[in-house]
């Protein structure tokens, strides 16, 4: 059928003339390039998380306890225990959101201030809502 079309093509009024044979074929090239490029960008376009991090939430308890939360994990405490905080895996207390220092890969303990006690360095606000284990 693709080569019935074409033959067609090539016969027809519209292919006899130049002009119109180049302004066909130069479509075609910019489409072909088009759909190639996106394709290759979509392939090796890193994603801008880990494998496996994402919607991964960093907790800590005040006993310096650290774990992590699915966004599902998440959702299915707070439906079982409605109004009440995430507690530790490990000792039980309350725990509360950490972030992870983009710089140095420490751990910021919940409360404190926005700049890393290790590298002194600001932390992002994009981190408090993700892990990014490298």
């Not at 390039?33 to 394709?39: F, N, R, T």
């Not at 220092?101 to 002194?120: E, F, L, T």
Request: proline share 8%; charged share 15%.
């Amino acid at each position: 059928m693709a080569i019935r079309m074409l033959e067609r093509l090539t016969e027809s009024e519209f292919w006899q003339k130049p002009r119109n044979r180049y302004v066909t074929i130069a479509a075609a090239v910019v489409l072909l390039a088009a759909a190639v490029g996106s394709s290759a960008w979509l392939t090796f376009h890193a994603p801008p998380y880990a494998p496996g991090t994402l919607n991964q939430t960093l907790w800590m308890c005040k006993n310096g306890h650290q774990f992590t939360l699915t966004a599902k994990q998440l959702n299915d405490f707070y439906a079982k225990n409605y109004g009440e905080p995430v507690k530790c895996p490990v000792c039980g207390e309350p725990a509360e959101r950490a972030v992870k220092c983009p710089h140095c890969g420490n751990i910021v303990a919940p409360g404190a201030s926005r700049i890393c006690p290790v590298c002194k360095q600001p932390l992002s606000q994009a981190n408090a809502a993700t892990t990014d284990q490298k």
